[in-house]
């Protein structure tokens, strides 16, 4: 498995774990995991490879990273406070 491809899949296991809230609340709490917990490059590259249809995503994540990716590749929330 290739490191694009560990990142899929650590994805989609994270939107397994959200799932339970329901859609509504499942895809805000994704972005947000992956926003605090994923490095600017693993959130860069999971972007990219959404937007070049690479990623094998399931639905709740796929909407996550396109969350992300519509607020300018998912700055990092502590570089993002800083003035």
Do not use: C
């Amino acid at each position: 498995m290739s490191h694009d491809e560990k990142l899929d899949y650590m994805a989609n296991q994270i939107g397994k774990f959200f799932a339970a809230q329901g859609e509504e609340r499942a895809v805000p709490a994704i972005a947000e995991h992956l926003r605090k917990f994923w490095t600017p490059r693993m959130r860069a590259t999971i972007v990219a490879r959404l937007q070049s249809d690479a990623a094998r995503l399931d639905p709740l994540p796929r909407r996550a990273v396109e969350r992300l990716a519509a607020q300018g590749a998912a700055p990092d929330s502590a570089t993002a406070a800083v003035p």
